[in-house]
């Protein structure tokens, strides 16, 4: 006659198995949301990689928001499957807030798929921080495109006042000074004449020589201090530069005179 198992011995295998499972059913979710996010990162590399290749062979970014089959996407006989081989997009996997899909919106709303940006061929992942893992401090795709947009500079030398100043001054320096009328100013620092045209931030650079001037914008005013600690302002309609001189280093107010040194650091446009 068999012997049966005892309450206690059933109590006990029921234990076991309770914390096998409590062990391995993480696991096995960390490893799958772990495994989504990696599905998700290669599709985007591989996308991103396509789509440069693509506009560096036609001068254009394919239109994939517009075209289910992404075999019909041609330019100059080129097919952007050419260098994508797949005929659709890839879908992102579910998630506990999204459903599997490979849909594109230019506007993100985190509900899955992709966030493409046509004009400048940027394509993203439509979802929140965190979708998979729930960590929303490694798993991270929707700052992917607010920094970009952030980073993005008003010119080939920057956006501020000290980054522009500080790089015409370093091409001064390295590339020997320039002449100092019409377009040779800026193309004899191998810079283009039209991108300094307009005034940056409300101010004009008009590099010439061993000398930077600038020059407020109409209807603004510089105001800086004096190396005696006296306010000085400059407005527009004086026609007047503030002017760094490279020959000493110093910045002054309208000319080059030693009771017109400025500390430049004090500038302020209003």
Known sequence: MKKAFTIIELLIVISVIGLLSAIAIPKFTEVNSSAKVANVQGNLANLRTAIGVYYVKTSSYPDIENNEDLGDIIDSETKFTDFYNRSTMPDTPSSDTTSETNNIVSDRDNTGGWLYFYDEGNIYANLENGTYTGDESTEIWEEEDESETETEDLTSLGSTF????????????????????????????GLDPEEWAEAIEHIY????????????????????????GNTRELSSTLNWNLIYNDLDGNWYYHTIDEDNIIDISTLQVI
């Open 162 to 189: 000290e980054e522009i100043s500080s790089a015409i001054i370093s091409l001064m320096q390295t590339l020997g000074y320039g002449r100092t009328w019409g377009d040779y100013r800026y193309t004899d620092l």
């Open 205 to 228: 650079y008009k590099p010439g020589g061993s000398t930077l001037a600038i020059e407020p914008e109409d209807g603004y005013t510089f105001i800086v201090t004096d190396s005696d």
